[in-house]
Each structure stands twice: as structure tokens, then as C-alpha cells.
């Protein structure tokens, strides 16, 4: 297809398209002509008519609207939300389906993307747990929800309240929900009583525009042994609303463990500075991995996917293959997890991580598993990995990375080749930066084995585990 300036494709319907795969940003994929055509919330062997929303010089983008034939891996959305939450997009898709079209992602970005090549590509490991297999979501409020059909004319449509999720790319929307299948049933009735209490006790829910109301944000946590914690976000501190709000929902869930509040008057979500205030039950809750235990606080960072965790650093403890007296570096430790899970079999680990609340996380994990070989560094990975570092803390023989979806910066990368350890294991939750960041290793190093493992079923996501040797 030719370069094109102007947008003509906006609002037509594509007729007749032949769904027949599905992409790394979620998308299905059809082609018309030599356009590459991508699709919402379809699945491969669908054909449908498409309505285009968005176009650039090669590519068009589309939702559905008719099916003329529905693929046999289609099953029926099981969410009330599915048309407008940004979450679970693949739910339509059966999930050996889902599976197969991870696994493809990553044979995709190795062989066709980033000509990596590699010894063993081993079959990606599913989740047990489809639903509810998350251990932390956040809610929003609004007053004025977002409705699917809106009618000006209904007064219950005007200025309706609403506590659920953001709209996909619509940061001041938010629609009311009912029913998530992300995270344990019971976040459900926790969600809908701390709504449906607020409003009866005439509380107002927040207003972005005006940065006022009072309830203001809700996150839950919740352990593999049942353990939950509940913060509730206020957006000023009404002392007499917050005692006797609190105290209800503690009443009505005696299974919350552990409950905190914050005020936040700022226009933005993010908690920095902000004061997490401790109110019933334990100050932590504590999730169990192997043998380890791992402390989590209102702001800790923590796999979302427990069980699915396990597996990744069981993964990565055998692609690892530390006989007992190497020197390894953790690269983007974060609360020090993989380091603290392999510290047994090796003599010293070293993390680096860029957020200081992590690190003191890390210590006082390893403090709880009485781990005494792993010592752990904050700062930004580019400028912490230096000449002095490794004077201090020694070269490493194994290097663990386990960094962000961008990958890693090219200057770790070069420093990763001039330490040259003789082993590295690369973590990643976005295949196409680690085969960028691989290429860049390829003259120093063997890729092994690679194990895509799904942590969140029902999206396009998958994480990667990868074994590299030093070569000869
Ligand atoms: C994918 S998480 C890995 C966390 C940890 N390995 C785990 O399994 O829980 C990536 C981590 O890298 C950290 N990070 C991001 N950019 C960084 C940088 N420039 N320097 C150091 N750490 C960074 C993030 O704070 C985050 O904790």
C-alpha cells in the first residue's frame, strides 16, 4: 500500500475480512489488499465486518460489526464488562487458543523479529488458574459514570456515581463494576459495600474536573493463603466519615487482615509522598513462595500472579544451574524476590533496583527468611553498574535481568558484555525488547533454552525466561 497523507479509511466498513492471526498489542490481524488490517476482539478464523477507527501509512485499525462466521476457538465473553473494560481482551478466545498465539509471539520475535537463534524453545506454561488469579487490583470513583448508553434525558443517567475501572485511553471515564473475575469473588462484595455504604451514608464519590468528593480510590490485595489487605483512598481527610466508614467495612469483612486509608488531595493518583495510615489488623500481609516469605505493604511491588511467579523463578533457578559458590547480580531486583528465592544455592547475591522503598523491602525479606548473602543497592541501573560497583562487589558469574517492558538501556547491555559472567538468566515481561537487547549479546553469548510462561490469561501479555552461556 502506498504512503497517504489524508485519513480515508475513518468510518468505512471492511467487508468480508478473514481474521487469520493474532498480534503482540492484542489486536487480531487480517489483511485486505496488502493492508495489514487490526482487529478488536476478534479471534483467528473469524470472518467479520469491520468498522475502521483509525489509520496510519500501513496499517488500519477496526471493531467489529458482524460476525459472519465465528471461529471455532470463539467462546462467549464470560464478563458482564467485556464491551468497555480495557482488561481481558482475549476472554473471547478459548484458552488453549490464547496459549498458542503467546507461544507465537515469542517464536515470532526470535525467529522473524530479532533472528535470535536458539537451542530450545520449550512449550509455554499455561496458568491453572484462568480467573481470579490476580492478588491486587485498584478501583476509581467518579460521579458521573460512564454509560455505555447514555441518554441525557434519564435522571439516573445525570451525574450517576460509580466505583470501577478506567475507560481504555479515556483517563477521566470510569465505568461502574459489578463483577470482576481478575481478582477473588469476595474483592467483589468488598467493592460493591464500600459503594453502595458510601452513598447511602451520602458521601460524595470524586469529581476529576474539580478535584473535590471524598471516596476516592479502593485497593485490594490478597495472599494465596487468604490473607487481604484493603487501602482506601480519600480525597480529604473527613476524620468523621472516614471512622465510620471504615469500621463498617471492617465489620461486614472480618476477613480483612490488614487496613489501611490515605488522603490524597493532589490532582493525580500517584502515591508519592503520600502517607499510606495503618488502621486495623496486621501492617503487612505475608505471601508464601517455596520455602520464602515475603512481607507486602500497602506500596510494595509484587508479581500480581503468585502462583504463576512461583513458576517463573522455579525457571529461573534452573536455567540458573548455580552450584553453591558463584557471585550473582540481580539486576532490577525489585523487593529482592528472585534474588532472595535462589540465595541458597550460591554463594552472594547482589540486586540493584531503582526504588528505594523496594530495596528496604529486599532487606527486611531477607531479614524474615534469614537470608545473610544477599545485600541489595538502589539507583538507576545505567549509572549504579560502574567500574567501582564491581571493584566493591566482585564479578559476577551469574547475572539474573529482570527488567521493565522497555528492556534494558544499551549501556547496561554493554556493561552486562564486558563483565561477561558465564551465565546469564533474562526474565521479561515484552519479547520484543528482550530480542532487541538479545541481538546486541549474540557475539559473546549462546541463547539455550527459552520458556514463555502466561502470568495473566485472557491477555495478549506473555513473560519470557531465557538461559544464555558465555561462549568459548
Ligand atoms: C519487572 S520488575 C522486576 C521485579 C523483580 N525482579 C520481581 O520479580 O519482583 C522491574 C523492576 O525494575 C525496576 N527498574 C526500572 N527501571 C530501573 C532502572 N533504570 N534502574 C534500576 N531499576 C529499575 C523497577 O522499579 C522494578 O522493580
Redesign the pocket.
Known amino acids: 500500500m502506498g504512503r497517504r497523507s489524508k485519513k480515508i479509511y475513518i468510518n468505512q466498513i471492511f467487508e468480508q475480512l478473514e481474521v487469520t492471526n493474532s498480534g503482540g498489542l492484542g489486536q487480531s490481524i487480517a489483511r485486505r489488499d496488502n493492508m495489514v488490517v487490526f482487529i478488536d476482539k476478534a479471534v483467528p478464523g473469524d470472518l467479520v465486518d469491520v468498522r475502521i477507527y483509525k489509520e496510519d501509512k500501513k496499517a488500519v485499525w477496526g471493531t467489529i460489526t458482524q460476525i459472519h462466521r465465528a471461529s471455532p476457538n470463539r467462546v462467549g465473553p464470560f464478563c458482564e464488562h467485556f464491551a468497555i473494560c480495557g482488561g481481558c481482551k482475549w476472554q473471547q478466545m478459548d484458552y488453549n487458543t490464547q496459549l498458542k498465539y503467546k507461544h507465537q509471539q515469542i517464536v515470532d520475535a526470535y525467529e522473524r523479529t530479532g533472528k535470535i537463534p536458539y537451542k530450545e524453545l520449550l512449550p509455554i506454561i499455561a496458568s491453572e488458574q484462568t480467573k481470579y488469579y490476580r492478588n491486587k487490583l485498584q478501583y476509581s470513583t467518579t460521579n458521573k459514570a460512564y454509560m455505555e448508553v447514555f441518554d441525557k434525558n434519564n435522571p439516573e443517567h445525570l451525574g450517576k456515581p460509580a466505583l470501577g475501572f478506567h475507560i481504555p485511553n479515556k483517563f477521566d471515564k470510569v465505568f461502574d463494576v459489578n463483577h470482576c473475575h481478575l481478582m477473588h469473588p469476595l474483592h467483589n462484595d468488598m467493592r460493591n459495600f464500600l459503594r453502595d455504604k458510601s452513598l447511602e451514608l451520602g458521601y460524595p464519590f470524586y469529581d476529576l474536573r474539580q478535584n473535590t468528593g471524598l471516596l476516592r480510590e479502593v485497593m485490594f490485595r490478597n495472599t494465596l493463603d487468604g490473607q487481604w489487605m484493603v487501602l482506601v483512598i480519600f480525597a480529604n481527610d473527613d476524620r468523621a466519615a472516614i471512622d465510620t466508614l471504615l469500621p463498617l467495612l471492617q465489620q461486614a469483612f472480618p476477613q480483612i487482615s490488614c487496613l489501611y486509608y490515605c488522603i490524597n488531595e493532589k490532582t493525580n493518583d500517584s502515591y508519592d509522598g503520600i502517607e499510606m495510615i495503618y488502621y486495623s489488623g496486621d501492617k503487612f500481609l505475608t505471601e508464601t513462595l517455596g520455602d520464602y516469605k515475603f512481607k507486602i505493604h500497602p506500596k510494595s511491588?509484587f508479581?500480581t500472579n503468585p502462583a504463576q511467579a512461583l513458576k517463573l523463578y522455579e525457571t529461573t533457578k534452573e536455567f540458573a544451574s548455580l552450584q553453591g559458590d558463584e557471585n550473582v547480580y540481580d539486576l532490577?531486583?525489585?523487593?529482592g524476590?528472585?534474588g532472595l528465592y535462589i540465595s541458597k544455592l550460591c554463594k552472594q547475591v547482589t540486586g540493584?533496583?531503582?526504588?528505594q522503598e523496594?530495596v528496604d523491602d529486599a532487606y527486611e525479606n531477607a531479614s524474615i527468611n534469614k537470608v545473610t548473602n544477599a545485600k541489595f543497592f538502589a539507583g538507576?541501573?545505567?549509572k549504579v553498574l560502574d567500574e567501582d560497583f564491581v571493584a566493591a562487589h566482585g564479578k559476577p558469574d551469574l547475572i539474573i535481568t529482570?527488567?521493565?517492558r522497555g528492556g534494558m538501556h544499551p549501556d547496561v547491555v554493554k556493561k552486562i558484555l564486558e563483565l561477561a559472567p558465564k551465565r546469564i538468566v533474562y526474565v521479561s515481561?515484552n519479547p520484543a525488547t528482550q530480542v532487541r537487547d538479545l541481538a546486541l549479546m549474540l557475539d559473546k553469548y549462546e541463547v539455550l533454552r527459552v520458556q514463555p510462561v502466561d502470568m495473566f490469561p485472557h491477555t495478549h501479555h506473555v513473560e519470557c525466561v531465557t538461559e544464555l552461556v558465555l561462549k568459548a
Open positions: 511491588f508479581q532490577y531486583s525489585g523487593t524476590t528472585i540493584i533496583e531503582y526504588v523496594a538507576d541501573m545505567v529482570d527488567p521493565p515481561c
